[in-house]
């Protein structure tokens, strides 16, 4: 079955960057997400991948796709202390039923 | 282009009572998603509904939960005879197809 693991805290300090990973076991996944949720929200899309990409940048973020060793990383550059959320890896497979990783809570420290 | 809207934002239940959660998708999309979510984990996948079918519901219990997505109106999830644990988040999201799904704020159910 699909399987999506993170690591579940990490800290760093503002101004410093962080790296947010994830594993997956889907193959046939076609995009692989982040997602940013705050307290008391709903998800917030962040930043997808297509499956046969391995970088994609946006601003601050840059994501990085193994495809090989089905590893998704989530790199925030210069860290905020409005980034601090539990971020969340998803694959899908055509659309249908993400999986979700169990997300890993960033704290910036100031 | 409202996002996906979902009420209530807060329900609470008395055991034995029923929930009604709605949701209204993004526009253009046809695919719904439930997901529930326990107080400090990760999401859970329930049902995942395309109009008027169920294409998957393997994450939802076989008893006391069901959900639709009519031709006209929104999506809606429904739990009889709620019990304490059913007292979570409850997060629908909405999908063209492909590029993501796009998530509502959420229907905190607390049963008490």
């Known amino acids: 079955g699909e399987d999506v693991e993170q690591s579940l805290f990490l800290s760093v300090r503002e101004g410093d960057s962080s790296v947010i990973n994830c594993t997956y076991t889907d193959s046939s996944s076609t995009y692989l997400y982040w997602y940013k949720q705050e307290p008391g929200a709903g998800l917030q899309l962040l930043t997808y991948i297509f499956s046969n990409m391995d970088m994609k940048q946006d601003q601050r973020l840059t994501v990085l796709l193994n495809k090989k060793d089905k590893h998704l990383s989530l790199r925030i550059a210069d860290t905020q202390t409005g980034d601090s959320a539990i971020y969340f890896c998803a694959e899908d497979n055509y659309g249908q039923n993400f999986v979700f990783g169990p997300g890993t809570r960033l704290s910036v420290l100031p | 282009n409202a996002g996906v809207m979902q009420n209530p934002r807060h329900l609470v239940r008395r055991r034995g009572q029923e929930a009604r959660l709605r949701c209204s998708p993004m526009?253009?999309?046809?695919?719904v998603y439930w997901y529930r979510q326990l107080p400090e984990e990760g999401l859970k996948f329930m049902v995942y509904?395309?109009?008027?079918?169920?294409?998957?519901e393997s994450g939802m219990p076989k008893e006391r939960f069901s959900a639709e997505f009519p031709k006209e109106g929104p999506s809606i999830l429904r739990i009889q005879q709620v019990v304490r644990g059913d007292s979570a988040a409850y997060f629908c999201a909405s999908s063209p197809g492909t590029g993501g799904a796009f998530f509502g704020q959420g229907t905190r159910l607390t049963v008490v």
């Open positions: 509904l395309q109009k008027e079918n169920i294409i998957d």
């Open positions: 526009k253009g999309h046809s695919h």
